[in-house]
């Protein structure tokens, strides 16, 4: 087993969900990332923890046998919502085949079985939790890279001194957290302000997502206004979508458009009420991540990049005073900020062409 392997089981029991002996543990995985799940199993069995293999997550090609089968009459399945509330911990590693496997499935049947799966979401975030990624083949592939180039990709971006970069993210969250105001300029088409008094940032150094990377916090909801165009692709229920718009009024998309899959756009900003308005303001900062792969768990970490999640906000980042913009959804598109760019907080320039001030 390569090493790095081992390691980066250590970094997620150790560091990213703090195994403690007697956890029940449930790691869902799909059957490539097998390496990766004999080393966590090895690390909760010397935590003296209680581990479960599932491939609900991973299993792609299922959920689309599911999904294409069932048509869009879902409900929240009680006996896996009843699995998830006796966990302690819940690992979930991405890892597939075929990165692209549910890219025939109708967007509606997918924001369907959202909606029905959203108390067990609920629920897990509510556990000591990790997201991950095993490097496959498959996303080598959608990455462009060779598979043993991916593989030095993500370790270098998951094995790394997570207390090092806690404390380089710790002086952005300095800056926001006392902060009302954010605008965020790039290019001709991105000029975009909203206010973000009240609500708290968060330093990501991977204790949920791993690997992490950013500051993230929510905007007051109706506080939105200017337009953005996310000039990196999204990739969205096996579809891309590229060259997204969006124009804000009231803290609303008003209007939208993408160059690709507009129709994936569409059906996203339709979900319920929520999908119109922003649920996250976050802001790249992993430096070991430096190229675009398909792949938001590290696309939104990336340096030199800001992204926006239209729908849920999460509850640890909205204040007690302010309301959290609630959604079935939550999905991220990304800004690139590294040339032609400035992000300012209460009129002050905090970051021009992706360098920050304490940088």
Known sequence: MDPRIREHAAVVANHSVDLQEGDTVVVDAHPVAEDLVVALF????????????????????TSRAHL???????????????????????????????????????????????QAYRPI??????????????????NAQLAEMSTEGYENFVWDAVNKDWDDQREHQEQLVDLLNPADEVRIKSGEETDVTMSIAGNKAINDHGKFNLPGGEVFTAPVVDSVEGTVRFDMPLYHQGREVTDAFL??????????????NEAVLTEVLETDDGARRLGELGIGMNRDIDVFTYNMLFDEKMG?????????????TVGDDNEANDSSIHVDMIVDMSEDSFIEVDGETIQENGTFVFE
Request: one cysteine or more; hydrophobic letters at 30%.
């Open 42 to 61: 090895e690390e909760i069995g010397d935590a003296g923890a209680k581990p479960l293999w599932t491939v609900k997550r991973a299993g792609k090609r």
């Open 68 to 114: 294409k089968a069932a048509g869009d009459d879902f409900e929240t399945p009680e006996h896996e919502l009843a699995l998830i509330e006796e966990t302690d911990v819940y690992i979930a590693v991405r890892a597939g085949p075929n990165a692209t496997e549910t890219s025939d499935v109708p967007p509606a049947t997918n924001t369907a079985y959202q």
């Open 121 to 138: 979401q609920e629920e897990r975030l509510g556990k000591r939790w990790c997201l991950t990624q095993y490097p496959s083949p498959g």
């Open 247 to 260: 124009e804000f009024e009231n803290g609303e998309v008003v209007s939208h458009e993408a160059e690709k």
């Open 304 to 316: 030199d990049t800001v992204h926006m999640a239209v729908g849920r906000a999460y509850d640890e």
